[in-house]
């Protein structure tokens, strides 16, 4: 089946130990996206590559980068881990910005 | 700025009922809407989606919502709950020019 795949499903990092979160797609879709949810909120994005394209959302925090190698493959790193960032990370997809989104399981990040 | 408000933060129902969860948003022009569930330990995934035509939409599991454009709503609505819908429920809108906005979420809770 197609999907989207995320690793590792669970991460623990220490406090400013770097950290890169993986994300695959058997889709085929234009765009990917990054987003982190914090227990009961809803997911707040923090970036999307539309192709090869990137687009940052304006309060995303400069410690939070990403790279998208291949249309499959798309990473978060995180340069700098702080305990706020202890979140679910997301990863989804979708053929065009206009269409609905496909969600992968999540990553979900501790910070020690 | 547009943005998405959810009526409930939290419903509580027995199996059975019936169920309506509101959503707004504030955006004058053309918008896709989508209602996303995310089961207890599981994915975010699409219950159903608006993006023109019959205003009525239905869905997976028995879901429907209605989009209502001069009230700016897109409310789900089920007739019977089951205990297996108890999860969270998130509205999104994509407007032309923005990304897509997630509403907070309502959490639901069916009891047998």
């Known amino acids: 089946d197609a999907m989207v795949i995320q690793n590792p499903r669970y991460q623990v990092t220490q406090f400013g130990k770097p950290v890169t979160l993986s994300c695959s797609q058997t889709?085929?879709?234009?765009?990917m996206y990054w987003y982190q949810q914090k227990s009961s909120q809803a997911p707040k994005l923090l970036f999307h590559?539309?192709?090869?394209?990137?687009?940052n959302e304006a309060d995303t925090p400069d410690n939070f980068q990403s790279r998208r190698p291949n249309t499959s493959f798309c990473f978060l790193d995180i340069r700098s881990p702080g305990l706020g960032d202890a979140a679910m990370y997301l990863c989804?997809?979708?053929?065009?910005?206009?269409?609905?989104?496909?969600f992968g399981p999540g990553t979900r990040l501790t910070v020690t | 700025a547009q943005s998405v408000s959810q009526h409930n933060h939290h419903v509580i129902l027995s199996e059975a009922a019936s169920l309506e969860l509101g959503c707004n948003y504030s955006y004058g022009g053309t918008v896709n809407l989508f209602w996303y569930v995310q089961y207890p330990g599981q994915h975010l995934q699409l219950l159903l989606k608006y993006f023109s035509g019959d205003p009525l939409v239905k869905g997976i599991k028995g879901f429907e919502a209605e989009f209502i454009k001069s009230k700016f709503s897109f409310n789900l609505r089920k007739p019977s709950v089951q205990w297996s819908d108890t999860a969270e429920y998130f509205c999104?809108?994509?407007?032309?020019?923005?990304?897509?906005?997630f509403g907070p979420g309502t959490s639901l809770s069916v009891i047998p």
């Open positions: 889709l085929n879709h234009n765009v």
């Open positions: 989804a997809t979708s053929r065009d910005q206009f269409y609905e989104q496909y």
């Open positions: 999104a809108v994509k407007t032309s020019y923005d990304k897509v906005i």
């Open positions: 590559y539309y192709d090869k394209d990137f687009n």
